[in-house]
């Protein structure tokens, strides 16, 4: 793996650290559990203790199928944001050929309905489906917003998330 510098960002200390491109899930299936508990991409500056996150997106890898998941960080959270990337960032073709999914995380924070994304585990309530939406964003947001007002139509921040998220979509895709 690569030595990085990254400067933190409150008081500009360097720090180095080894960082990889890619973590392949198939290969070290461990790493599932440190990503839900949100152990990864993340330490603390040498200097004033600041959390300072390694990259902005990490990826992570299935093999056969291939399956590639984007773990970003929460504050690009938005459908524009998911849109440009897979159509200018990655590299032509490979959206057509991998499953690629994108979801957005606070790194160093736990997020348990990661579970459902990378353990195969499926959501059985609304409120599951509410924290699914959570970390998702554009129709794949709304679909789980979806989900969880079939399963209790009375739950109005699903409501409003829902409403929030096709705002979002209409204020750029005109
Ligand atoms: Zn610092």
């Known amino acids: 793996m690569p030595l990085k510098e990254i400067g933190c960002h409150k008081c ?10 890619a973590i392949n899930l198939s290969e070290n299936p461990r790493v599932i559990n440190d990503v839900i508990e949100g152990k990864i991409n993340f ?18 890898t299935y093999m056969d199928p291939p399956r590639w998941i984007w773990l970003v960080s929460k504050k690009h959270q938005h459908p524009q944001y998911k849109d440009e990337f897979f159509t200018s960032v990655l590299p032509p073709g490979s959206t057509q050929f991998i499953d ?6 606070e790194f160093g924070e736990p997020c348990d309905c990661l579970k459902y994304v990378l353990d195969d585990k499926k959501p059985q309530s609304s409120v ?24 209790n139509k009375g739950l109005s921040e699903a409501k409003n998330l829902m409403n929030s998220e096709m705002n979002k979509l209409k204020s750029y895709s005109l």
Not at 12 to 21: L, P, Q, S, T
Not at 100 to 105: A, D, N, R
Request: hydrophobic share 35%.
């Open 12 to 21: 500009g200390a360097k720090v180095k650290k080894r960082i990889g491109e």
């Open 128 to 151: 599951d489906w509410l924290n699914l939406g959570k970390i998702h964003t554009g129709e794949e947001a709304i679909n789980c917003y979806k989900n969880a007002l079939k399963m």
């Open 43 to 60: 330490s603390y500056c040498p200097k004033c203790k600041t959390k300072i996150e390694h990259k902005t997106h990490v990826l992570l």
């Open 100 to 105: 690629q999914e994108m979801v957005f995380v």
